[in-house]
């Protein structure tokens, strides 16, 4: 199926190549934020640099009053060696575009040419390409510049390579866990190795600390409820022969739901505060919020699953098959308008597929005709929606 003109697939692959070549970090997306300027101009939209500091802005006219839809591309990479030996592979040492955002701000610009080609819109559409993705900081800084003044709703997508090119993976409900983090500072008394009753070793009580952190999920979440808490940094100790007095675990505490959410945030604490007790030990718990979790509202998911279906047809549209873990400053977004974010199949035919944030992590290409018809045909349909007056607001559930 083609679904894209080959002279907007190309010049997709163009961009996403350069950009894939000169990666940038969270917050420092400079040349990539002039990349897309330059494409947009020669588009003739109007757009804004700068926004949140490396942050691109466009907006395609439509009536006034109508609220608009956006679409989110993101474009930061990752501090990762590159190793996949691609042709246009990264050339900055030690940086690379490890999770496809080079595919996603190809895909949306895809999608800008196309809306421009297709002419007058029922009401307006944004284009954003938002920076700092990955340090799930991005969305909230274009929220506060005022990115979603206007909108009506919201939609993005991130490339997925568990599913082949041509797939378009919608679902209701959460599709990315929330993402706190956890900081245990834990204060014994360092004594002697041969001297161990003159000590309060902050080690043997940091181990017990993760070995009971361990049973929060297994024993405390319901089974039903996706949860992971991870001890993934244990620091401690100065030489063999002394017992270390002070120890440090960090971690992640990842979950689907917020009242899950919020009890691991309290269970971590209650169990370092436990054990610090039992044993003498003094220890500050401090729970860092990061993410929330991203959940699709079903109104405006039935919209995004309609549009997938025009693109692709029924047998290439399907829902998550796993709970998904990982997380998606998306999810700001969708905290104060109605949205969806979906997956583009992009798995690599005769490839052996590597995970995202791998130094070998590469896309099927094709991915981008997807996601670009995909975001195409969901801002034509949101658009049409707007204009109609459709809320895709879900109804308050009263109490």
């Given at each position: 199926?083609?679904?894209?003109?080959?002279?907007?697939?190309?010049?997709?692959?163009?961009?996403r190549?350069?950009?894939?070549?000169h990666?940038?970090l969270?917050?420092?997306?400079?040349?990539?934020m002039?990349?897309?300027?330059?494409?947009?101009?020669?588009?003739?939209?109007?757009?804004?640099?700068?926004?949140?500091?490396?942050?691109?802005?466009?907006?395609?006219?439509?009536?006034?009053?109508?609220?608009?839809?956006?679409?989110?591309?993101?474009?930061?990479?990752l501090?990762?060696?590159?190793e996949?030996?691609?042709?246009?592979?990264s050339?900055?040492?030690?940086?690379?575009?490890?999770?496809?955002?080079?595919?996603?701000?190809?895909?949306?610009l895809?999608?800008?040419?196309?809306?421009?080609?297709?002419?007058?819109?029922?009401?307006?559409?944004?284009?954003?390409?938002?920076?700092?993705?990955?340090?799930?900081?991005g969305?909230?800084?274009?929220?506060?510049?005022?990115?979603?003044?206007?909108?009506?709703?919201?939609?993005?997508?991130?490339?997925?390579?568990?599913?082949?090119?041509?797939?378009?993976?919608?679902?209701?409900?959460?599709?990315?866990?929330?993402?706190?983090?956890?900081?245990?500072?834990?204060?014994?008394?360092?004594?002697?190795?041969a001297?161990?009753?003159?000590?309060?070793d902050?080690?043997?009580?940091?181990s017990?600390?993760?070995?009971?952190?361990?049973?929060?999920?297994?024993?405390?979440?319901?089974?039903?409820h996706?949860?992971?808490?991870?001890?993934?940094?244990?620091s401690?100790?100065?030489?063999?022969?002394?017992?270390?007095?002070r120890?440090?675990?960090?971690?992640?505490?990842?979950?689907?739901?917020?009242?899950?959410?919020?009890?691991?945030?309290?269970?971590?604490?209650?169990?370092?505060?436990?054990?610090?007790?039992?044993?003498?030990?003094?220890v500050?718990?401090?729970?860092?919020p990061?993410?929330?979790?991203?959940?699709?509202?079903?109104?405006?998911?039935?919209?995004?699953?309609?549009?997938?279906?025009?693109?692709?047809?029924?047998?290439?549209?399907?829902?998550?098959?796993?709970?998904?873990?990982?997380?998606?400053?998306?999810?700001?977004?969708?905290?104060?308008v109605?949205?969806?974010?979906?997956?583009?199949?992009?798995?690599?035919?005769?490839?052996?597929?590597?995970?995202?944030?791998?130094?070998?992590?590469?896309?099927?290409?094709?991915?981008?005709?997807?996601?670009?018809?995909?975001?195409?045909?969901?801002?034509?349909?949101?658009?049409?929606?707007?204009?109609?007056?459709?809320?895709?607001?879900?109804?308050?559930?009263?109490?």
């Open positions: 199926m083609k679904l894209v003109p080959e002279r907007v697939y190309d010049r997709m692959v163009t961009i190549r350069d950009i894939h070549q990666p940038e969270s917050w420092g997306e400079h040349r990539t002039a990349a897309i300027a330059e494409e947009l101009t020669a588009l003739g939209i109007a757009h804004r640099t700068g926004v949140a500091g490396t942050g691109v802005v466009a907006d395609l006219p439509g009536p006034a009053g109508v609220p608009a839809v956006m679409l989110r591309a993101d474009t930061d990479a501090p990762v060696f590159e996949t030996g691609l042709s246009f592979a050339t900055t040492p030690g940086v690379m575009h490890a999770c496809g955002h080079d595919g996603h701000t190809s895909m949306l895809g999608a800008a040419r196309l809306l421009v080609e297709a002419g007058p819109l029922p009401a307006p559409v944004r284009l954003i390409w938002q920076p700092a993705e990955e340090k799930g900081a969305a909230h800084a274009m929220i506060a510049e005022g990115v979603l003044d206007g909108v009506g709703c919201a939609f993005g997508g991130h490339v997925d390579r568990r599913y082949n090119a041509g797939t378009l993976v919608v679902t209701d409900g959460a599709v990315n866990a929330s993402t706190d983090t956890f900081h245990i500072e834990i204060r014994g008394q360092d004594a002697h190795g001297r161990p009753h003159d000590s309060v902050a080690i043997v009580v940091g017990l600390m993760v070995m009971s952190i361990q049973t929060i999920v297994s024993r405390e979440v319901d089974p039903s996706p949860s992971v808490v991870t001890v993934g940094r244990f401690a100790g100065a030489a063999p022969n002394v017992i270390a007095g120890a440090t675990l960090e971690g992640t505490i990842r979950a689907q739901d917020d009242h899950v959410r919020q009890h691991l945030r309290r269970s971590i604490r209650r169990i370092a505060e436990s054990v610090a007790a039992l044993h003498q030990a003094e500050e718990v401090e729970i860092r990061g993410t929330p979790a991203l959940c699709n509202q079903p109104l405006v998911t039935a919209l995004a699953r309609e549009a997938a279906l025009n693109v692709v047809g029924a047998p290439q549209v399907c829902p998550l098959r796993n709970a998904n873990m990982g997380g998606e400053d998306f999810a700001f977004f969708l905290e104060r109605p949205g969806c974010y979906i997956r583009f199949g992009a798995r690599v035919p005769g490839r052996e597929s590597f995970p995202a944030h791998s130094s070998r992590f590469d896309f099927d290409e094709a991915a981008m005709a997807t996601g670009a018809a995909w975001f195409f045909e969901v801002a034509r349909q949101a658009a049409q929606a707007m204009a109609d007056g459709q809320s895709l607001q879900e109804p308050e559930i009263e109490a």
